[in-house]
């Protein structure tokens, strides 16, 4: 029973919830101090929520955690004739396994460190629909073309293939192992915004370059 003599409700007997939308003000006893670190110390998804109380927003729109102007822009063609310029290069793909129209995309991703500054750098982006042997071609193509872009001025030659560890990925891996390609598999620890989070101070700071 509870604190009235009423026998108490087990989660059963209950038939429907009601959502009571409130915002931070509402509350009268939260000090500025707190409304502050929500203003300047949350990304702005959670800052939504917590202080204007919008539990609509969504974090599949990259749009509201990533901005534009946190990337860099560089002109890739021009540091490619610079002796040794990039120190280590690899490739991330992700891997869809049908070409229909509501597939998600396969996508591969060609990156390159500077051991001169350590800035980032994004060579290439591969985003289509295909069916994964068409889709591992594309991925053997483009391994072959940056390896002798790069080799033409003693850059690093690219190291290895990461791909999400999935039955699609490991299709894809084992496939690219038999056409001689270094793969690795990675299994994610957490969901993708998490893990973008981890890297949004990175980005911020300016040191990732798109061409």
Not at 178 to 192: E, N, W, Y
Request: glycine share 4%.
């Amino acid at each position: 029973k509870n604190e009235y003599g009423d026998d108490e409700a087990s989660e059963d007997d209950v038939q429907s919830f009601t959502f009571i939308n409130a915002r931070l003000e509402d509350n009268k006893y939260l000090g500025r101090e707190y409304k502050a670190k929500l203003k300047t110390n949350r990304n702005p998804i959670e800052r939504a929520r917590l202080l204007y109380g919008n539990w609509n927003i969504d974090y599949s729109d990259y749009g509201v955690v990533l901005q534009r102007s946190w990337f860099k822009k560089a002109n890739t063609e021009e540091l490619l004739n610079e002796y040794g310029y990039f120190s280590y290069v690899w490739c991330m793909i992700d891997t869809a396994v049908t070409k229909k129209e509501s597939s998600d995309y396969s996508v591969m991703m060609v990156f390159a460190k500077s051991s001169n500054n350590n800035n980032v750098y994004i060579l290439e982006l591969v985003r289509l629909k295909e069916r994964l042997p068409d889709f591992i071609q594309i991925v053997k193509e483009k391994w072959d073309y940056w390896s002798n872009k790069l080799s033409s001025n003693y850059h690093a030659m690219p190291s290895l293939i990461g791909i999400e560890n999935t039955q699609a990925g490991i299709s894809c891996a084992d496939s690219l192992d038999d056409l001689g390609l270094p793969t690795s598999l990675i299994t994610p620890k957490r969901d993708k915004y998490s893990r973008l989070s981890e890297v949004l101070g990175t980005i911020k700071k300016g040191i990732v370059h798109v061409p």
